[in-house]
């Protein structure tokens, strides 16, 4: 079954590690996307990718990086966690068809204490 | 760049219709989407304009006036599990091959008995 997948769906980690948040699709989506969205607050772009080893910068300022090596792959991985990285990120794609219909992904919540 | 404005906080009861309106100020954009996100959950997609009218699908239709910078999301014969966030999407131009959206704030609906 086609689908997004994120893990992991819940992460509560000490300040300074580094940590990776996974994200597959099995749509054969070209265009991939990071979003950044603490509760009831609007969604911010953080990354987005349109193909392999395409990657740029969303609209809002992030301290992460994310790679796109393979299309269906796209991690994000923040080298030094801060308390201010807390946060839901969601990560989504959308492939050719002219609606850009974005496929979401469930989510990692993650807490850095 | 781009602006979306919806109101925060929509309330309605049971079996009623309510109206969730987008205005925005871009230069230029493809489409109107929007997007239900239940509280804790991904965001999903709804709706797409791509030309000025109504899209019906279901309970759900939504409305787009270029020419008026507005567009809205009406949903009738309202039911509990349509208490949710609701966020308007565009996609700009200029943006093709990345498919970049710019979300607006999010209306939360609550629907009461």
């Known amino acids: 079954e086609a689908d997004i997948y994120q893990t992991p769906r819940y992460l509560v980690i000490g300040t300074g590690k580094k940590i990776t948040l996974e994200c597959s699709q099995t749509m054969g989506h070209d265009k991939m996307y990071w979003y950044q969205q603490d509760p009831g607050m609007e969604l911010h772009l953080i990354h987005y990718?349109?193909?392999?080893?395409?990657?740029e910068k969303g609209d809002l300022s992030s301290e992460s990086t994310v790679s796109r090596i393979r299309t269906e792959h796209f991690p994000l991985t923040l080298e030094s966690a801060r308390p201010s990285h807390t946060s839901q990120y969601l990560c989504?794609?959308?492939?050719?068809?002219?609606?850009?219909?974005?496929?979401f992904g469930p989510g990692t919540r993650l807490t850095v204490l | 760049g781009q602006s979306l404005e919806q109101p925060s906080e929509v309330t309605a009861v049971e079996g009623a219709i309510v109206q969730i309106n987008c205005t925005y100020q871009t230069s230029g954009f493809y489409g109107l989407s929007w997007y239900q996100q239940h509280d804790g959950g991904a965001p999903t997609f709804l709706s797409y304009?791509?030309?000025?009218g109504l899209e019906e699908t279901g309970r759900f239709s939504s409305f787009l006036s270029r020419s008026d910078s507005y567009g809205y999301l009406l949903l009738q014969e309202l039911q509990m599990k349509d208490s949710a966030s609701y966020f308007c999407?565009?996609?700009?131009?200029?943006?093709?091959?990345?498919?970049?959206?710019?979300f607006g704030d999010g209306t939360t609906l609550t629907v009461k008995p």
């Open positions: 990718s349109y193909g392999v080893n395409s990657t």
């Open positions: 304009n791509a030309l000025d």
């Open positions: 989504a794609s959308s492939g050719q068809g002219s609606y850009n219909e974005q496929f």
């Open positions: 999407a565009v996609r700009p131009w200029g943006n093709t091959n990345a498919g970049k959206s710019t």
